[in-house]
Structure formats: structure tokens, C-alpha cells
């Protein structure tokens, strides 16, 4: 069926140091892959995406690598600030079409 | 330009009555979407429409739930016979085409006492 795992569930760093946070999908045939920030009481917004054509893309300290045979995304930040600090939710495409499977979310927290 | 709007913000209505949730997409959007989000877990899809046509209404929950883009642009979700179980907040998103970026608006919090 239709699933996208997220973790960790929650990622405590540093200012300054790195965050990772992965997904998995189980639909071979999902082809895109967009990120969400999402701060307290607003609407998620995007910030990154990926298509399945491509395997990495940057964004200035923002980046996502995709590895399709193993059906797994990742989301790198560098540099972390404390404006970085919220839930971030991966997602995925299902059967090609527009719908969106979303992860569980991550939050994030950026300690100065 | 403007983003996605969405009415009411928020509305508090009692078990067993209708309400109808309104999205405006972003001009020109072609891909209209409908989710549901639970505190602290990420949007659950209910279902979209490219143009007027409905695509997928895999996501409603059951038959009181049901939506609708008459012209193509703005749409409703509509909620019959509410129960305190629908409480949440329910979010819709407009895309240039389907598999193109959504952009989400601010969201409608329903409230069923």
C-alpha cells in the first residue's frame, strides 16, 4: 500500500552543525519528492523538491539526494540556525498522479 | 501574487449539523487538492481535482464527506452530519498541474462539540 516512513521523529543539534532526516516510500512507481517546513500554527511550506530523474539538488544549505532502487530521500541542512527550528515532512507521489503521501514529520530544534 | 486562501479560518459547529469549507487556489492553477491534518502528524490526503473534473477521492473518510469544483477554480468540501471525530484542521493546496509543487493555504480548524 500507499506509505512514506519518516525518521527521527525528533532531532535535537547545535547551531552550526548538520541535520539529516530520511524517508523511505513504498510506491516504485513515485515519482516526485517534495520537502515541507512547517513552523508553529502556519501552513507547511515548501522548501526543496526532487523528481526521479534526479538524484541530488542543493538549495544553498538545503539539500535532497534520492536513491530510487532503494526507495529512499533524504533531507541535508548545513549550517543549522535557530530559525531552522520546526517539522519538516517528507512526501511522495502515488501512482503518478498528484496526490501526496506524507511522512510522520521530524521536528527539529536548533539550540544556539 | 495572491496564495491560496481558504474560509472559514476557523469554525465551531455542533454534532449532526452540515458545513461547508471553501478553497480559492492560486490563479491559473490547473491541480486542486484537499487535506486533513491532525495535530502533529502531516497532511492526510482526502482528494483532488484537475480542473473540474474530480481525479481521486480515495481519501474521504466516508459517504458524509464529499467536494466539488463546479467551474474549475474555487472549491468546497462539505461535511454532512457532522461528528466529533471530524475535528481537525483541513487544508487545501493548488498546484500548476499535478506532479508540479503544492502550495498550501492557511487551512479551515473545525471544531465539532
Known amino acids: 500500500g500507499e506509505n512514506v516512513e519518516q525518521h527521527p521523529s525528533t532531532l535535537s543539534v547545535q547551531e552550526g552543525d548538520s541535520a539529516v532526516i530520511k524517508c523511505t516510500y513504498s510506491?516504485?512507481?513515485?515519482?516526485?519528492f517534495p520537502w515541507y517546513k512547517q513552523e508553529l500554527g502556519k501552513r507547511p511550506q515548501l522548501i526543496i523538491d526532487?523528481?526521479?530523474?534526479?538524484g541530488e539538488k542543493k538549495d544553498q544549505r538545503i539539500a535532497v539526494t534520492l536513491n530510487k532502487t532503494a526507495k529512499h530521500f533524504s533531507l541535508h541542512i548545513t549550517e543549522t540556525q535557530p530559525e531552522d527550528s520546526a517539522v519538516y515532512f517528507c512526501?511522495?507521489?502515488?501512482?503518478?498522479?498528484?496526490?501526496?503521501?506524507f511522512g510522520q514529520g521530524t521536528e527539529l530544534s536548533v539550540k544556539p | 501574487g495572491a496564495g491560496v486562501s481558504q474560509s472559514p479560518r476557523y469554525k465551531v459547529t455542533k454534532r449532526g449539523q452540515d458545513v461547508a469549507l471553501r478553497c480559492d487556489p492560486i490563479?491559473?492553477?490547473?491541480?486542486l487538492y484537499w487535506y486533513r491534518q491532525a495535530l502533529g502528524q502531516g497532511p492526510e490526503f482526502l482528494t483532488y481535482?484537475?480542473?473540474?473534473?474530480?481525479?481521486?477521492k480515495s481519501g474521504l473518510p466516508n459517504d458524509r464527506f464529499s467536494a466539488e469544483r463546479p467551474e474549475g477554480s474555487i472549491s468546497t468540501l462539505t461535511i454532512q452530519r457532522t461528528e466529533q471525530r471530524d475535528s481537525a484542521m483541513y487544508r487545501c493546496?493548488?498546484?500548476?498541474?499535478?506532479?508540479?509543487?503544492?502550495?498550501f493555504g492557511p487551512g479551515t480548524r473545525l471544531t465539532v462539540t
Open positions: 493546496a493548488s498546484s500548476a498541474g499535478p506532479n508540479y509543487e503544492q502550495y
Open positions: 512526501a511522495a507521489s502515488y501512482n503518478q498522479g498528484g496526490k501526496l503521501i
Open positions: 526532487i523528481r526521479s530523474n534526479v
Open positions: 510506491d516504485s512507481a513515485s515519482n516526485y
Open positions: 481535482f484537475n480542473y473540474e473534473a474530480q481525479q481521486d
Open positions: 490563479s491559473g492553477h490547473v491541480s
